[in-house]
């Protein structure tokens, strides 16, 4: 089993920049695919931000050159740096990690973005 605890979500006005940061109970070397996905109130969740285990990275279109996602397999952490935040960025965002038979998410942290 495999924990995923995220931080550093908060509130910020547009404009802001906040870091997420995803802790995993274990070494992250193996997974796959670690990133990034948000909900917000009435919406699906949505994927933001992804990283491969050889560094590649996908953004969703809404988030492309303000946000930028990173992963630290010695400190098993994955990153979210969020610039210039809108306020349609507020929701509560999701950790996500996959294994080739199995995906893990964290539990969420809010991130509000003040007008």
């Known amino acids: 089993q495999v924990q995923l605890v995220e931080s550093g979500g908060g509130l910020v006005q547009a404009g802001g920049s906040l870091r997420l940061s995803c802790a995993a109970s274990?070494?992250?070397?193996?997974?796959?695919?670690m990133g990034w996905y948000r909900q917000a109130p009435g919406n699906q969740r949505e994927r933001v931000a992804i990283i491969t285990d050889r560094g590649t990275t996908n953004y969703a279109d809404s988030v492309k050159g303000r946000f930028t996602v990173s992963r630290d397999n010695d400190m098993n952490t994955v990153y979210l740096q969020m610039n210039s935040l809108k306020p349609e960025d507020t929701a509560v965002y999701y950790c996500y990690a996959a294994l080739p038979n199995r995906d893990y998410w964290g539990q969420g942290t809010q991130v509000t973005v003040s007008s």
């Open positions: 274990r070494s992250i070397f193996t997974f796959n695919i």
